[in-house]
């Protein structure tokens, strides 16, 4: 079955890090550009970030700029999402999302997203 | 950023009824634009993309229209399988930005 799987949420202080994790299963991995996704609680959707296939462009929203890294592991089938400095308002469901392209420029919407991870940033 | 404005945020419809749901975006995107349904708890699902291409598995009663500026996302007869929130979605200017949402309900 061709999948996302979301895992590493949990409650966080402000100022806090959290490490987020995504496995893709069903599919070739490397061959895609990913993303993550995250919704607040009651919300509506927010890009975060984007990664290459092999890793070597990355980009973000100016809100996590400095704070977040987004990486990848593709012998893992795996991607990441390091947080740090974390704030109240990065309290959210957070997505994991494949850009549909296959080795080539990215299309930029996606085509398959996991069930999130809930991440809690308060004291 | 681009600004996406979707109307409206609720829409109260019955089994059957033909449903259309607007997306303006504050700037022209073109026809980069994707529409998602999601349902409580659960991954939003690609509907559309590029404004008017039916995503692979998609039921043919979902169409999507527009280019430039306004959107629209029409269910041709609503079915139980359909009540849920839909997002739109445009990728040609960084930041990706999305709509608030409509949700539809029972009416």
């Known amino acids: 079955e061709v999948q996302l799987v979301e895992s590493g949420g949990g409650l966080v202080q402000p100022g806090g890090s959290l490490r987020l994790s995504c496995t893709g299963s069903?599919?070739?991995?490397?061959?895609?550009?990913m993303n993550w996704v995250r919704q607040a609680p009651g919300k509506g959707l927010e890009w975060v970030a984007n990664?290459?296939?092999?890793?070597?462009?990355?980009y973000y929203v100016d809100s996590v700029k400095g704070r977040f890294t987004i990486s990848r592991d593709n012998a893992k089938n795996s991607l990441y999402l390091q947080m740090n400095n974390l704030r109240a308002e990065d309290t959210a469901l957070y997505y994991c999302?494949?850009?549909?392209?296959?080795?080539?420029?990215?299309?930029?919407?996606?085509?398959?997203w996991g069930r999130g991870t809930l991440v809690t940033v308060s004291s | 950023d681009v600004q996406m404005t979707q109307s409206p945020s609720t829409l109260s419809a019955s089994v059957g009824d033909r449903v259309t749901i607007t997306c303006r975006a504050s700037?022209?995107?073109?026809?980069?634009l994707a529409w998602y349904q999601q349902k409580p708890g659960k991954a939003p699902k690609l509907l559309i993309y590029?404004?008017?291409t039916l995503q692979s598995g998609v039921p043919s009663r979902f169409s999507g229209s527009g280019s430039g500026t306004e959107f629209t996302l029409t269910i041709s007869s609503l079915q139980p399988d359909d009540f849920a929130t839909y997002y739109c979605?445009?990728?040609?200017?960084?930041?990706?930005?999305f709509g608030s949402g409509t949700k539809v309900e029972v009416k």
């Open positions: 979605h445009q990728y040609t200017i960084s930041p990706l930005t």
């Open positions: 069903g599919f070739t991995f490397s061959s895609y550009w």
């Open positions: 700037q022209s995107i073109s026809y980069w």
């Open positions: 990664i290459k296939e092999d890793g070597s462009e990355k």
């Open positions: 590029e404004a008017s």
């Open positions: 999302a494949r850009d549909p392209t296959v080795r080539s420029d990215p299309k930029w919407y996606f085509d398959l």
